[in-house]
Nanobody, 120 residues
Framework: QAQLVESGGGLVQAGGSLRLSCAAS????????MAWHRQAPGKQRELVAS???????KYADSVKGRFTISRDNAKRRVYLQMNSLKPEDTGDYYC??????????????WGQGTQVTVSS
């Protein structure tokens, strides 16, 4: 059974930095798109950043210039470096990826989430 496991969340003051990590595990042939989403209290989940298997990257306008997404295909990991954090970045951050098994099936997976709290 494949899964995604996030780590790296925590409490930080405004202006600080955090680095989130997400590891994919299980019997996988390959990993297609990987992304980070977040859900603030009382709000809908939103896409923060995504990276394709070939390295094409997209960011939400609210994080451009502050967040950097990267992936390490050999380690089956995706990272989110978050700098100049603001209180409005507070929320639960979720890793999302399309995993491909050896039968060629593509399945969308979500991690369990990691909490990020930015104090003012």
């Amino acid at each position: 059974q494949a899964q995604l496991v996030e780590s790296g969340g925590g409490l930080v003051q405004a202006g600080g930095s955090l680095r989130l990590s997400c590891a994919a595990s299980g019997m996988l042939f390959s990993i297609n798109d990987m992304a980070w989403h977040r859900q603030a209290p009382g709000k809908q989940r939103e896409l923060v950043a995504s990276v394709t298997s070939t390295g094409t990257i997209k960011y939400a306008d609210s994080v451009k210039g502050r967040f950097t997404i990267s992936r390490d295909n050999a380690k089956r990991r995706v990272y989110l470096q978050m700098n100049s954090l603001k209180p409005e970045d507070t929320g639960d951050y979720y890793c999302n990826a399309e995993l491909v098994n050896f039968a060629g099936n593509k399945v969308n997976y979500w991690g369990q989430g990691t909490q990020v709290t930015v104090s003012s």
